[in-house]
């Protein structure tokens, strides 16, 4: 295959890769050998170029096997393009330019692809010609050259508008500026490919705004709104969404056309075509969030709302309709089984994670209603519920079989408002409960499921009236109700009922002590009878319960109930099995709950833990031998369940680490390239040093050395969480290896400072931790930290003052007072920030730290003469003053 001036293919080369593509597209193809095959032709340099030729020119073949060559020839040059040599580079791209106005449409599809794929590699500037060949397309009055042109445009807008929009040597402006009159041109094509695909490609650009879009945008708007009344669903779905993104990015662009494009929308909400719809009905939230003035949406809500509330009655066609008919006798299908996330251990008081369950669920026009009226429930509040409350009873009050998914779309909307229209419906709440409770009940499962949900949204309330006779009998039957539900057949609602019952028990917390018996019977029962995917949620009610009551679980004959299926399940499961991780969760939250009543299961757990990690880190290098594939989750699960442990067991877990190697594999765990792996090691570093720091001190300068690497200011960036616990554990080993603390002291401060000075915009608990662990250092090495106290006094005793006062605090104080009395006058310039946060205690609980704040304040009243002292009392507030007279100054 040797490269002429001018590339020609060899024909027996060419024979056999046809021979192989048409085996590849054939109904029962021998992948594994064909592929190695291909992977034999790939070593070639010019293997490509055959592609291209089959690709462009094979004219005889099978469109098939020419558009089997055109994708593998894309997915080639993702990865090989810019190695390529030039010469081979420019023959597949003069090869692929006629192609725009192939006769056949799968052609000129994926022609759009590749040419997309090239220009994401070698960008505009590489290739001159395709923006000539593309206007002269677009130009040519020939539908296949003018669809083959527009169908490439507009992969390159959704790959990489930005490209469109940067300056290009040789070109008189952007090349997003040609191309606008002409895209502006197509929206009144009589074609309705064209008009379609020309508004998807302007649209692509309403996040960049590019001058030139932004100077035409009336000529856009006028363009939408012809476009508006578009026989084609698809592209009046278009027009929506540019409504939808408008609002988002650019509403001082719709302002003086709001009421129209707000008519418009109400209209689409209503389309015939379910795809328009939904896309209409995203506007409403969008809207809602721009911030605009609630009144130019006001007037439309009598009109609105009915919209809504009829859009989220259950279509004839929706999934869940069908998966509604499974029982529990059904076998889970492998794309029931949702991907889980796990969040890694967070110290502090704001995790990073955002719970977002419903990621994976279908968004579809039921949802996006629900969460339309939720959003205005939110904005307009009891102003809705004139209009709503009416319809929603109507819907209630029918009983007849044929109009159940009424009656289920109005339990939905009753769940929708729960949050924002709470003050008008809090004198009815107590009948609406009553109402909702026999729903638990009905004959259609789907209303069981969505009744336990909007139950669970008004959660907050049935725990408030606990404290009466009818709330506590309300409570009873909430309670119970979901419970029997969690027994439920139907597999939807068992998933319903025991997310609601977490919401339940997270509200209710140890109002749950009296039932313990009963709900864990339940929870348990259907621990023995659910199947895979609903599991899951069964672990995370008990887990939630456990962390709900805490030592009120530590009793035998709730233990009795609780761990026995437990252990069972854990002793089934090996090593490998993903089920684990909802397992390991429970029983962090377990360990946690029970404390040392856990010990009598902690030897095992804590076992099997290291060897998880142990497996799992030879995984990472050698999975053969390991035995099973790498999957990190393994570990960050087990150094959270290890952190319960040392929380739950404290000192009681010190044996357990003396006997095995958990030093040595957390270590490598606080070093791994994977941030959530660190930050889950970083926790288990800061809990092991509360309770048995002896056995991390064999490789103390180690451990310190690699938490003071996750400060500096890049990885910060990267990772707040991994900083943030790091930073938490540091101060854990400072208060109890002391002085053996002092190498990294210098190396820390200079990391702690930076965060301090410039908080806004940063994490909370990072800022808190960092204020603490400054001060625990200052209090251990008082000599080391004072010298620099003028660089930090103000920030630090600024984010002292938002903590609130616990132990952490009491070590930070400490150390303020060490550091003043090794260096007074470091403190002189920042008196005022000193006091404030002093004055931020609601009260010093332990009688030495008072002392010591006694004799701080009353040595700088005495240090300060003249009235200097009183003159810095003037700067403080009255409320301040009064709280330093604790202190007797």
Not at 440 to 466: E, H, N
């Amino acid at each position: 295959m040797a490269a002429p001036a001018q590339w020609q293919p060899n024909e027996d080369g060419l024979r056999e890769i046809c021979r192989l593509l048409e085996q590849q597209i054939s109904p029962t193809p021998d992948h594994p050998q064909i592929w190695q095959q291909l992977q034999h032709y790939s070593q070639f340099p010019d293997f490509n170029n055959y592609l291209a030729f089959i690709f462009a020119h094979a004219e005889g073949t099978p469109v098939e096997i020419r558009q089997a060559a055109g994708l593998l020839l894309k997915n080639n040059l993702r990865t090989a393009f810019k190695s390529m040599e030039p010469l081979y580079q420019q023959y597949i791209k003069s090869e692929l330019l006629p192609c725009l106005g192939a006769a056949d449409r799968h052609i000129r599809s994926t022609v759009g692809t590749i040419i997309s794929v090239v220009v994401q590699q070698g960008r505009v500037v590489g290739w001159p010609e395709l923006l000539q060949a593309l206007l002269h397309c677009l130009e040519s009055n020939d539908l296949n050259h003018m669809e083959g042109a527009m169908d490439a445009l507009s992969k390159i807008c959704e790959d990489i508008p930005q490209e469109l929009d940067s300056d290009v040597p040789g070109l008189p402006e952007r090349p997003i500026n040609i191309l606008l009159p002409r895209l502006f041109q197509f929206f009144q094509s009589p074609h309705t490919s064209l008009r379609k695909l020309s508004l998807g490609s302007v649209n692509q650009f309403l996040m960049l705004m590019p001058k030139g879009l932004s100077q035409s945008v009336d000529q856009y708007l006028q363009g939408l709104f012809v476009l508006a009344l578009d026989p084609a669903a698809d592209v009046r779905k278009l027009v929506c969404a540019a409504f939808v993104q408008l609002i988002e990015v650019s509403p001082s662009f719709l302002e003086p056309h709001l009421r129209n494009v707000i008519e418009y929308m109400l209209q689409a909400n209503k389309d015939a075509d379910d795809e328009v719809a939904l896309e209409a009905c995203e506007f409403w939230s969008a809207y809602c969030e721009a911030q605009l003035h609630p009144d130019g949406l006001r007037d439309f809500l009598p009109r609105l709302v009915p919209v809504l509330l009829s859009n989220m009655v259950y279509a004839e066609d929706d999934e869940s309709l069908v998966d509604a008919e499974e029982d529990e006798s059904f076998p889970d299908r492998d794309q029931d089984l949702k991907p889980r996330f796990h969040s890694s251990r967070f110290h502090g008081a704001d995790s990073m994670e955002d719970d977002d369950d419903d990621i994976v669920n279908i968004w579809n026009l039921r949802k996006c209603s629900a969460a339309a009226l939720d959003i205005l429930s939110n904005v307009f509040g009891d102003e809705i519920l004139p209009t709503l409350m009416p319809l929603v009873q109507a819907k209630l009050a029918t009983a007849d079989d044929t109009t159940w998914k009424d009656r289920e779309a109005a339990v939905l909307a009753i769940g929708a408002i729960a949050e924002g229209c709470i003050n008008g419906l809090y004198p009815h709440l107590p009948e609406i409960v009553a109402f909702l409770i026999p729903l638990l009940d009905d004959k259609f499962p789907l209303i069981r499921s969505i009744t336990c949900w909007t139950l669970s949204r008004y959660s907050k309330f049935v725990v408030q009236g606990i404290g009466h006779q009818t709330g506590h009998e309300q409570f009873e039957k909430v309670l119970m109700g979901l419970l029997r539900r969690i027994l439920d057949t139907n597999k939807r609602v068992q998933e319903a009922a025991c997310s609601a019952f977490a919401t339940l028990e997270e509200e209710a917390a140890e109002e749950l002590a009296p039932h313990l018996e009963i709900i864990l019977q339940h929870l348990l029962c259907a621990f023995g009878k659910y199947q895979k995917r609903n599991l899951r949620i069964v672990y995370d009610a008990i887990g939630t319960l456990a962390d709900a009551v805490g030592g009120e679980l530590n009793q035998p004959r709730y233990l009795d109930i609780l761990m026995p299926p437990l252990i069972s399940k854990w002793q089934q499961l090996a090593n490998s099995d993903k089920d684990l991780f909802p397992l390991l969760e429970c029983f962090t939250s377990i360990a946690q709950a029970l404390g040392p009543g856990f010990s009598q299961f902690a030897e095992p757990v804590f076992q099997r833990c290291l060897n998880l990690i142990q497996t799992q880190q030879l995984a990472k290098v050698d999975p053969v031998s390991a035995g099973v594939q790498y999957d990190r989750e393994f570990i960050v699960c087990s150094l959270d369940l290890l952190s319960g442990l040392a929380e739950g067991l404290g000192n009681g877990i010190e044996s357990l680490v003396a006997q095995g190697n958990l030093r040595d594999l957390l270590l490598q765990c606080c070093m791994d390239d994977a941030s959530d792996v660190r930050q889950s090691a970083l926790a288990l570093l800061g809990d092991l040093a509360r309770v048995c720091h002896v056995h991390l001190h064999p490789r103390l300068s180690e451990f310190l050395n690699v938490a003071a690497n996750q400060l500096h200011t890049q990885e910060l960036k990267e990772s707040v969480s991994v900083a943030n616990n790091a930073c938490w554990a540091i101060g854990e080993l400072a208060v109890k290896v002391h002085q053996e603390i002092s190498p990294i002291v210098l190396r820390v401060i200079q990391c702690l400072v930076p965060i301090l000075q410039h908080a806004e915009g940063l994490n909370k608990s990072l800022i808190e931790n960092s204020a603490i662990t400054l001060g625990r250092l200052a209090w251990v090495c008082p000599e080391l930290v004072s010298p620099h106290m003028e660089h930090f006094m103000q920030s630090w005793c600024t984010a002292l003052s938002m903590i609130r006062d616990d132990v952490e605090k009491e070590d930070a104080f400490r150390g303020l007072c060490a550091m003043v009395r090794t260096n007074p006058s470091g403190a002189l310039s920042s008196l005022v920030y000193m006091c404030k946060a002093i004055a931020s205690w609601h009260e010093i609980r332990s009688e030495d730290l008072h002392n010591e704040v006694c004799q701080v304040l009353n040595g700088y009243k005495q240090m300060l003469r003249n009235g200097a002292w009183e003159q810095c009392m003037s700067a403080l507030d009255p409320p301040l003053k009064d709280k330093l007279s604790k202190y007797q100054v």
